[in-house]
C-alpha cells in the first residue's frame, strides 16, 4: 500500500474547515496582530462541518488540540510517519546512485539516517559525479554529521533560528549519548532543562522521546555528530571537558557506572574512569562475554601508568584478555603475563593475601592453557596456601620432580578460575 503522504516536520489534517494555512510559530511570535493560529481556532467553531483546514508547521502549534484530538476531529502526521521506510530509503537509493549498495551498507545507512528524507537527499549531493565503487564506500563511510552539506544545513537551517540560551544548551549537552532533565541540568549548570527538552520535542528538533518517568530523550545521530562539530569550534575543549566530567559525577551519584567511565574516558579523565571502573568491577564479580569485551575497551583505552596505580584493573584486564583472545597462542601469553606478574609483585609487598590469590589463579590459568603445566601448578599451590606461606612457596621449597609428576596427572581436564574466586568449565 502505497505512503499517503510525505511532506516535512509537522502535519495536521483537522475535519472542518476550508483553508490550507503553513505558518511558523516564531514568525506568529513577532507580529503585534492575532497569530495565525488564533484565526485556525475561531475558523474551527464558526465554519461549516463539511469544510476542511490543513495546518502545516514545523513545530507543534498552540492550538486546542486535546480538544479537537478527543472530539475526534483531528488528524495528525508527525515525524513518525514522515520518516521514509527501508522499501522507500532502498528505492531513493537506487535512483540516485550508480551502483547498488551491500546490505551492510543499507542497513548503516538506515541506522545513521533514520529515514531522514533530507539526509537522503543530502547524501545524493554529496555523491553527485562519483561513479567509481570504491569513491562512493569511500563517501559513504565519511558521510557523518561534520560532513560540509549536513553541517551547513544544521548550523544554518536549526542552529541558527534557535534562541541562544537553546543553541547553548544543544551544545553543552551535544556529547550525551541519551538525556534526561536531571542529567542536563548537572551538565548545564541550570535548573529549566525540563522545559527545555519539552519544548524541543514540541518544536520537532531532532530529539525522540524515549519514554520512562522522568522521561529520557536522544538526538538523532546525525544531529548529534553535527552539534558536536559546532561545540568543539564554539565552546572549546576546556568546557566540553567540564561538562563531561559534570555527566560523569551525575552517572556515579545515580550508580549509571558504565555511562560514568564512557564520560571520564571522553574526557580523558583518566583516573575517574579508572576508579570507577574498579567500583563497577567491585559490584559485578562476573560479567558475561559481552561486558568482558566493553571492560577491555575500557581498560586499553588508559594509559599504562594509571593502570599500573590500579593493581585490581591489571588483575580483569589479563582475566578479560584470557577470555576473548586465544588462550593457547604465545602472543596471549606475551599481553597477560606482564600485568600479572606486577599485581602479583605487589600484592606481596602489601600482603594483600586474597587479592594475590586471584591474580596467582589467573596466572595459573594461563599457563596451563599455555601447555606449562608444571608452571600452572606451581602458581595454583602458590594461590591456594594459607595467608603469609605463599612467599615459601615461590623461593621454590617444594620439589620441581613432585611438581612435574603431579602436572603430568593433571593434564586432562581443569577449570577457569576468574577474580572473585568463582571457577567456570
Known amino acids: 500500500m502505497p505512503r499517503q503522504i510525505t511532506v516535512p516536520p509537522k502535519l495536521f489534517v483537522c475535519s472542518w474547515p476550508f483553508c490550507t494555512h ?9 507580529q503585534t496582530h492575532p497569530p495565525p ?4 481556532a475561531y475558523a474551527h467553531n464558526h465554519l461549516p462541518p463539511t469544510f476542511h483546514l490543513v495546518i502545516l508547521s514545523r513545530s507543534e502549534p498552540t492550538l486546542p488540540l486535546a480538544r479537537w484530538r478527543a472530539r475526534g476531529d483531528l488528524q495528525e502526521i508527525g515525524i513518525a510517519e514522515l520518516r521514509f521506510s527501508p522499501e522507500e530509503v532502498a528505492s531513493f537509493l537506487q535512483q540516485a ?6 546490505t551492510e551498507q543499507r542497513h548503516t545507512l538506515k541506522a545513521r539516517l533514520e529515514g531522514w528524507p533530507t539526509g537522503l537527499r543530502l547524501l545524493a549531493l554529496a555523491l553527485a559525479g562519483k561513479s567509481e565503487r570504491q569513491e562512493i564506500e569511500q563517501m559513504l563511510a565519511e558521510f557523518s554529521g561534520s560532513h560540509r552539506y549536513l553541517l551547513d544545513y544544521f548550523a544554518l537551517e536549526v542552529l541558527s533560528s534557535l534562541p541562544e540560551a537553546q543553541q547553548h544548551f544543544l551544545l553543552q549537552t551535544s556529547l550525551l549519548g541519551h538525556v534526561t532533565a536531571s542529567l542536563c541540568d548537572a551538565v548545564t549548570g541550570v535548573r529549566n532543562s525540563e522545559q527545555t527538552l519539552r519544548e524541543m520535542e514540541r518544536s520537532g528538533l531532532f530529539l525522540q522521546a524515549l519514554g520512562g518517568e522522568p522521561p529520557w530523550y536522544r538526538y538523532h545521530a546525525l544531529f548529534a555528530e553535527a552539534l558536536q562539530a559546532q561545540a568543539h569550534k564554539r565552546l572549546g575543549e ?11 559525577a551525575w552517572y556515579e551519584q545515580e550508580e549509571m557506572f558504565a555511562e560514568g567511565i564512557e564520560a571520564a ?11 570507577l571502573m574498579e567500583r563497577m568491577l567491585t559490584i559485578q564479580n562476573q560479567p558475561v562475554i559481552q561486558e568482558r569485551v566493553t571492560q577491555l575497551r575500557w581498560l586499553e583505552t588508559l594509559p599504562e601508568q594509571v593502570l599500573e596505580a590500579h593493581l585490581d584493573l591489571c588483575v580483569h584486564y589479563a582475566t578479560a584478555l584470557l577470555f576473548i583472545l586465544e588462550r593457547s597462542s604465545p602472543a596471549t601469553m606475551a599481553l597477560i603475563e606482564e600485568p600479572l606478574k606486577r599485581a602479583e609483585r605487589a600484592y606481596e609487598r602489601e600482603g594483600a593475601w586474597g587479592k594475590l590469590g586471584e591474580a596467582l589463579s589467573c596466572h595459573a590459568e594461563v599457563a596451563r592453557w599455555q601447555g606449562d603445566f608444571p608452571l600452572a601448578l606451581r602458581l595454583a599451590r602458590r594461590a591456594h596456601a594459607p595467608a603469609g606461606a605463599a612467599d615459601a612457596l615461590a623461593r621454590g621449597q617444594h620439589s ?6 603431579d602436572a603430568e596427572r593433571s593434564t586432562g581436564g581443569g577449570s577457569t578460575v576468574d577474580p572473585g ?3 567456570t568449565r
Open 97 to 102: 546512485l550508480p551502483v547498488p549498495l551491500s
Open 37 to 40: 493560529h488564533a484565526d485556525s
Open 421 to 423: 574466586g568463582a571457577a
Open 22 to 30: 503553513p505558518f511558523d510559530e516564531r514568525l506568529a511570535r513577532s
Open 238 to 248: 576546556e568546557a566540553l571537558r567540564l561538562c563531561l566530567n559534570r555527566a560523569s
Open 400 to 405: 620441581d620432580r613432585r611438581d612435574e609428576r
Open 265 to 275: 574516558l571522553v574526557a580523558g579523565t583518566w583516573e575517574r574512569a579508572a576508579t
